[in-house]
């Protein structure tokens, strides 16, 4: 069974920087599309951005520019790199990963984490 750990997440002053990281553990294949999804009280969860085993990248508008998505291929991790964060970031961020490419077109994904905290604040 796949099972995807978030971490890094955390308390940061305007300005600052963090980032999330999301191991998939329990399969022996790479995961063809990762990436990550924030949802912010009273909210709907929203695309953060994406990433395929093959580095074509998705972004949120609001996430480009300040945040990098990356991964790695070997360890089965994405990471979340998020500068300039403000205010309004604060939310909880979630993983998810599909073991299909078909999810990048569809953006329909099987496997999500359990979400890590954000909290951008002075």
């Known amino acids: 069974q796949v099972q995807l750990v978030e971490s890094g997440g955390g308390l940061v002053q305007p300005g600052g920087s963090l980032r999330l990281s999301c191991a998939a553990s329990?399969?022996?294949?790479?995961?063809?599309?990762m990436g990550w999804y924030r949802q912010a009280p009273g909210k709907q969860r929203e695309l953060v951005a994406g990433?395929?085993?093959?580095?074509?990248?998705r972004y949120a508008e609001f996430a480009q520019g300040r945040f990098t998505i990356s991964r790695d291929n070997a360890k089965n991790t994405v990471y979340l790199q998020m500068n300039s964060l403000k205010p309004e970031d604060t939310a909880v961020y979630f993983c998810?990963?599909?073991?299909?490419?078909?999810?990048?077109?569809?953006?329909?994904?099987?496997?999500w984490g359990q979400g890590t905290q954000v909290t951008v604040s002075s």
């Open positions: 998810y990963a599909d073991p299909l490419f078909q999810a990048w077109l569809l953006e329909d994904y099987t496997y």
């Open positions: 990433i395929t085993s093959g580095y074509e990248t």
């Open positions: 329990g399969s022996s294949k790479t995961m063809p599309v």
